[in-house]
């Protein structure tokens, strides 16, 4: 890949130390073991071992989501990449699919299902609050479109609409997703928006909300396959004899819950 101006790279050095670089023209990186230009950094191109004025060696990488979404300043709270991928899985969200998102935060989440749908889905967003709506649409623009990571129109594929889902669904959609505090005020408004067949997952950090959650899906009796688990992240070291788990792990960060729409019965 070729660097160009406007792109948000990495730049890591031996130690690991990761530093997200948006490229300027005229820009240059400052750091301790001295500057590198941001003319060389799109000169090498991704992969490319770069040197500071010092000569002190660092690797230019072309953006990944973890790096994005796990580096970059943020003023909400996110769902992890842990958390996320395995969203999308139990979701199965497909190219072309139509979505609903509900509670857009920091737009993490966002991010994937619209590399996922492809130019041929729709990812509907809705957010209450008008600072997240806004501040969101900027984070997932910096990543997809000035990354480079989507080449079709990104106004086609999202749509972001400042609204209480508790109050509402206006169409109809093939997978939803949620990120809210009191999912089960959305179950009434699933019975005609989501597609017979298709899946809810939600995203819940106390277990207390994932119980009065579920009995509100069983209690519908429109949903069935519910299932409730989490994810802990184990990290290793693994250098020469050193072989062995990390002091630390990615403890719980939140439940997931996944339930499936039936046909209702004739």
């Known amino acids: 890949m070729t660097f160009q101006y406007g792109h948000t790279i990495v730049l890591v050095n031996e130690k690991g130390h990761k530093h997200l670089?948006?490229?300027?023209?005229?820009?240059?990186?400052?750091?301790?073991?001295?500057?590198?230009?941001?003319?060389?950094?799109?000169?090498s191109g991704d992969g490319a071992r770069v040197l500071t004025s010092k000569k002190h060696p660092y690797f230019a990488f072309s953006l990944t989501y973890s790096d994005f979404v796990m580096n970059i300043k943020r003023n909400a709270q996110i769902i992890y990449p842990k958390d996320s991928s395995v969203m999308m899985t139990w979701g199965d969200i497909f190219t072309g699919a139509k979505v609903l998102e509900a509670g857009i935060g920091q737009g993490a989440l966002s991010i994937k299902i619209l590399q996922s749908i492809g130019g041929d889905g729709l990812l509907v967003s809705y957010e209450k609050r008008e600072d997240f709506a806004l501040q969101s649409q900027k984070f997932i623009r910096q990543y997809l479109v000035e990354s480079s990571k989507i080449p079709l129109p990104l106004d086609k594929m999202h749509r972001v609409e400042v609204r209480d889902i508790y109050d509402g669904i206006e169409e109809t959609f093939e997978r939803i997703m949620l990120d809210l505090p009191e999912p089960w005020q959305v179950i009434p408004h699933m019975h005609n928006s989501l597609e017979d067949g298709g899946?809810?997952?939600?995203?819940?950090?106390?277990?207390?909300?994932?119980?009065?959650?579920?009995?509100?899906?069983?209690?519908?009796?429109?949903?069935?396959?519910?299932?409730?688990?989490?994810?802990?992240?184990?990290?290793?070291?693994?250098?020469?004899?050193?072989?062995?788990?990390?002091?630390?792990?990615?403890?719980?960060?939140?439940?997931?819950?996944?339930?499936?729409?039936?046909?209702?019965?004739?």
């Open 199 to 266: 899946i809810v997952v939600s995203y819940l950090p106390s277990i207390i909300q994932v119980s009065k959650y579920v009995d509100a899906l069983e209690a519908s009796g429109i949903f069935r396959e519910i299932e409730t688990f989490e994810l802990i992240l184990r990290p290793w070291k693994v250098s020469g004899r050193a072989v062995r788990p990390e002091m630390w792990t990615y403890n719980h960060s939140a439940f997931i819950i996944k339930a499936r729409k039936v046909a209702k019965e004739q």
């Open 21 to 43: 670089v948006p490229l300027k023209e005229d820009g240059v990186f400052h750091t301790q073991y001295g500057t590198i230009t941001h003319e060389s950094i799109c000169s």
